[in-house]
C-alpha cells in the first residue's frame, strides 16, 4: 500500500516532518518516508526523540536524510525553536504529518458521563489534541509559504465528527478533535490564499495497535484493529491521492470522506 509518490502531481524531492515519531504510526510513518527515495530531507519531532533507540539506529542508518529535533508542541517558544532549526537546514517543507495526540494519560481515562468531566481534564485534551496542531501550524508558516506543493495534516479521529456521535462520553477527547477539525478547515483556508498548491486535512488512522488504543481495543471488530505499519501506509497513500481542491477536508484511512 506504500505510496509510490508522496505528493500528487509531484515528482521532485520532498522536505517532510513528522511530528509525534516516537508514536506507533509516527515511528511507521518516519520508516517508510525513509523508503521513499522522493524524500531528500526527514525531520523527526517528538518530546524525546533524542534517546528513542529506534530514532538514533534510523539515524545512523539514514545520516544527512533524517534529523532528530526533540520538541514539545503545546510549547509556543519550543515551536520557534523547532522552526528556525528547520529553515537553517532547508528552505521549505513539502510534507508535514502531525500524528500527536492524547486520549488518557496515567489515572486520567476519557470521560464516560458528564459528572466524570472537569476543567483541568478539558484543558488536558484540548492542548495536545486542538491547540498543539494549528500551534504548530503557526510556527511553520513561513515554510510552507512558497509555490511548490506543500501538505499539513495532522490526525484527527471519527469521534471527533458531530454528525457521526451516537454514542455520547469522551467529552474532552471528541470536543478537543472537533476543535482541530476547525482549525484546521480555517488554516486550509488561508494557507490556499498564500500558496495555491497547498493542502491542509484531517485524517482517521483507524483504529490502531498503539498505546493509545489499547485499553480500548476489546470491542473492536475482527479485521478492524490495524497494526501501525499498515495504518502508516494507508495515511500515505491518502496523501499521495489528494490535491489542493481536496483541501480542508477530513479523510478516513481508506480515502473516504468523513462528515463534520
Not at 471527533?160 to 482549525?183: E, F, H, M, P, V
Request: proline share 4%; charged share 15%; aromatic share 6%.
Amino acid at each position: 500500500m506504500q505510496a509510490k509518490r508522496l505528493i500528487h502531481d509531484w515528482d521532485h524531492p520532498v522536505n517532510a516532518l513528522v511530528v509525534g515519531a516516537t508514536g506507533g504510526i509516527g515511528l511507521a510513518l518516519v520508516r517508510q518516508m525513509l523508503d521513499a527515495p522522493q524524500v531528500e530531507r526527514l525531520f523527526a519531532v517528538a518530546r524525546t526523540t533524542s534517546s528513542n533507540p529506534d530514532l538514533l539506529m534510523l539515524a545512523v542508518q539514514h545520516a544527512g536524510r533524517l534529523t532528530l529535533l526533540d520538541c514539545d508542541i503545546r510549547e509556543e517558544a519550543a515551536l520557534a525553536h523547532l522552526a528556525s532549526s528547520i529553515k537553517a537546514s532547508v528552505p521549505a517543507l513539502h510534507l508535514v504529518i502531525n500524528t500527536a495526540g492524547i486520549l488518557h494519560e496515567g489515572a486520567r481515562m476519557p470521560e464516560k458521563s458528564l459528572a466524570s468531566v472537569t476543567l483541568a481534564g478539558l484543558q488536558h485534551a484540548f492542548a495536545i489534541n486542538a491547540f498543539a496542531p494549528i500551534l504548530l501550524a503557526k510556527a511553520l508558516l513561513p515554510l510552507l509559504r512558497h509555490t511548490e506543493p506543500a501538505i499539513f495534516a495532522s490526525l484527527s479521529a471519527r469521534v471527533g465528527s458531530i454528525s457521526d456521535n451516537r454514542t455520547g462520553g469522551w467529552y474532552g477527547y471528541r470536543a478537543a478533535k472537533a476543535a482541530q477539525n476547525q482549525l484546521l478547515k480555517t488554516l486550509a483556508l488561508e494557507l490556499t490564499r498564500l500558496n495555491r498548491r497547498s493542502i491542509v486535512v484531517a485524517l482517521h488512522p483507524g483504529t490502531t495497535d498503539t498505546a493509545l488504543s489499547r485499553p480500548f481495543q476489546a470491542n473492536v471488530a475482527a479485521g478492524k484493529l490495524f497494526t501501525a505499519d499498515f495504518s502508516a501506509a494507508a495515511l500515505l497513500q491518502v496523501l499521495a491521492q489528494r490535491s489542493p481542491a481536496d483541501s480542508g477536508g477530513f479523510y478516513a484511512w481508506d480515502g473516504s470522506t468523513i462528515g463534520w
